[in-house]
T-cell receptor
Framework: NAGVTQTPKFRVLKTGQSMTLLCAQDMNHEYMYWYRQDPGMGLRLIHYSVGEGTTAKGEVPDGYNVSRLKKQNFLLGLESAAPSQTSVYFC?????????????FGPGTRLLVL | DAKTTQPNSMESNEEEPVHLPCNHSTISGTDYIHWYRQLPSQGPEYVIHGLTSNVNNRMASLAIAEDRKSSTLILHRATLRDAAVYYCILSVYFGNEKLTFGTGTRLTIIP
């Protein structure tokens, strides 16, 4: 099993450009999450999904959109990138909902917005 | 939200046990205590979680105080690979599923 994979690993964007980050999991997990991690701070939840076709807002959803068209994939979109969105983005998935389910994280996508 | 307090950093000698403390004095009765760790340049990794009783798994042990206002993650025999940032997290359900990560404890293992 590959676990949780993220594409791309690194990306540089100019302000105003758009992009989509892809998260894929092969563990048949129902729940998927997108976090961002900034220097000196812990991870903050952006959006999450409790199943195929569902999405919900997390702690810091502004400026991001998500889609879960297939159970194994969770896409994070930036419609108009801003320098404040420079961060490392982590995707995670879990079989059960919190607080019972351990979350499995991907390796991260490092995004730089100039 | 109930919050956790952890030391910013700790050091431990290789092959010695490590006790990582976490205070959560405002924990509610239904909050689970989770521990994750993040190795350099990697995503967080689940370590262990518990509610009231002490828990053991192949990675670590979790000791929970009787009043649940604090807990301790125990690494029985630290190796260099255990050098990471360790996060103590309360799992809170308000209709939003979320883990709230703080800044954690940076554990340095001394050879």
């Amino acid at each position: 099993n590959a676990g949780v994979t993220q594409t791309p690993k690194f990306r540089v964007l100019k302000t105003g450009q758009s992009m989509t980050l892809l998260c894929a999991q092969d563990m048949n997990h129902e729940y998927m999450y997108w976090y961002r991690q900034d220097p000196g701070m812990g991870l903050r939840l952006i959006h999450y999904s409790v199943g195929e076709g569902t999405t919900a807002k997390g702690e810091v959803p502004d400026g991001y959109n998500v889609s879960r068209l297939k159970k194994q994939n969770f896409l994070l979109g930036l419609e108009s990138a801003a320098p404040s969105q420079t961060s490392v983005y982590f995707c995670a998935s879990s079989y059960e909902r919190e607080p019972m389910g351990a979350q499995y994280f991907g390796p991260g996508t490092r995004l730089l917005v100039l | 939200d109930a919050k956790t307090t952890q030391p910013n950093s700790m050091e431990s000698n290789e092959e010695e046990p490590v006790h990582l403390p976490c205070n959560h004095s405002t924990i509610s009765g239904t909050d689970y205590i989770h521990w994750y760790r993040q190795l350099p340049s990697q995503g967080p990794e689940y370590v262990i979680h518990g509610l009231t009783s002490n828990v053991n798994n192949r990675m670590a042990s979790l000791a929970i105080a009787e009043d649940r206002k604090s807990s301790t993650l125990i690494l029985h025999r630290a190796t260099l690979r255990d050098a990471a940032v360790y996060y103590c997290i309360l799992s809170v359900y308000f209709g939003n599923e979320k883990l709230t990560f703080g800044t954690g404890t940076r554990l340095t293992i001394i050879p």
